[in-house]
């Protein structure tokens, strides 16, 4: 995609049942950035067709032309907006996909369940932060039709008609946020590669918060471990899990945040603070269905996006292109390989702010 166009899509994307259809036991939405179709059962509750064409919703933030483009660096295109943050992960079409199925993967692991936290049915307020393509916002709106959700992002990749109680904004989480009401549920996911403070987001959202309200973050823990490391020599996926963390670092946004959360709620003064973990796994390797469908989610994550997500941080260690799609391939060969246990935990933190 060239530099300067519009990275909003207008065609239907194949189904997650279509990808791994074998395996899938329940129908997926998957949003059409552009066209509102969706692909599910007709009686399932997720179905955007239901929701009326007029009830498209614009930013509520004025965007210059320039901030709906994106810059293209190695075939793959990332966000403008803000563009000195240099977020690590392409917001392209493939990306796209990419976070609609990892959705699932999150949904997944929550048995089917959008948050954790115990907050009531249609909270007045809700925020979601680093809402990607907006699949959970509109998700959560519509199981929550007096809720009033909103999602930001540095990308404006999110769909164009969406339910009326659902809105989007462009807008950098790691900014002061200028909200003139403060919310019920504040929302965030995926964000172990966003943030070089969590601890001023997690005060952010506290700040943010009405007295009550919950916070809840769902995240990956990086990076993959493995049992018996002593016998992985010459594993790729082991390789490209350190220089990850390698480059991570020395760009002052450690992967490793996530682990924290717990300590950091609580330290921000969120109180009722539980965490809940789940495993997502590099191989079918484990007992049970719940673990080999996560395995094959897995599989199919890094599959669309283990050499997207590895071309800035790896390019930032001196690795050619050619270097790093190598090792990224590599890595991608491994997963499925039930010798190669690998896991990693997937928290849901959430915490609540004092009511006086």
């Known amino acids: 995609m060239a530099d300067g166009t519009d990275v909003r899509r207008h065609q239907a994307r194949p189904s997650l049942s279509e990808t791994i259809s074998t395996t899938l036991s329940t129908p997926s939405l998957l949003i059409d950035h552009g066209s509102g179709a969706t692909d599910g059962d007709d009686g399932d509750d997720t179905d955007l067709s239901s929701v009326d064409d007029t009830s498209f919703v614009s930013s509520t933030r004025s965007l210059n032309s320039s901030e709906y483009q994106t810059i293209e660096e190695h075939g793959r295109t990332y966000h403008r907006f803000h563009a000195s943050k240099m977020y690590d992960f392409p917001n392209d079409a493939e990306e796209q996909e990419r976070m609609d199925l990892q959705h699932e993967l999150y949904l997944h692991s929550a048995h089917q369940r959008l948050y954790l936290a115990p907050i009531p049915e249609d909270p007045p307020r809700v925020l979601d932060v680093c809402t990607g393509t907006g699949i959970w916002a509109v998700q959560f709106a519509q199981q929550n039709p007096h809720s009033h959700v909103i999602g930001t992002d540095l990308s404006p990749i999110q769909p164009r008609w969406v339910p009326p109680n659902c809105s989007f904004e462009i807008d950098d989480a790691e900014d002061e946020w200028t909200f003139d009401r403060p919310f019920d549920f504040v ?11 969590p601890t001023a987001f997690i005060r952010q959202a506290y700040a943010n918060l009405k007295p009550g309200g919950w916070l809840e973050i769902q995240d990956f823990v990086f990076p993959i471990r493995f049992f018996d490391e002593d016998a992985l020599s010459g594993s790729a996926l082991q390789r490209w899990g350190r220089l990850m963390l ?13 682990q924290h959360h717990k300590q950091w709620l609580e330290d921000a003064g969120f109180e009722d603070v539980q965490v809940f973990t789940s495993y997502w796994l590099s191989s079918p390797w484990a007992k049970g269905a719940h673990y080999k469908l996560t395995a094959e989610f897995m599989k199919e994550n890094a599959k669309r996006g283990l050499v997207g997500m590895s071309l800035r941080p790896l390019g930032s260690l001196g690795l050619a292109v050619d270097e790093i799609q190598d090792l990224a391939m590599a ?25 006086n």
Not at 249 to 254: F, I, N, S, V
Not at 334 to 342: A, H, L, P, S, T
């Open 187 to 197: 929302h965030a996911r995926g964000i172990w590669p966003v943030f070089a403070d």
């Open 331 to 355: 890595a991608i060969a491994e997963f499925g390989d039930v010798r190669i246990k690998g896991y990693a935990p997937v928290t849901f933190t959430f915490g609540r702010r004092p009511d």
């Open 246 to 258: 390698e480059a991570s670092r020395a760009a002052g946004r450690p992967y490793t945040n996530s």
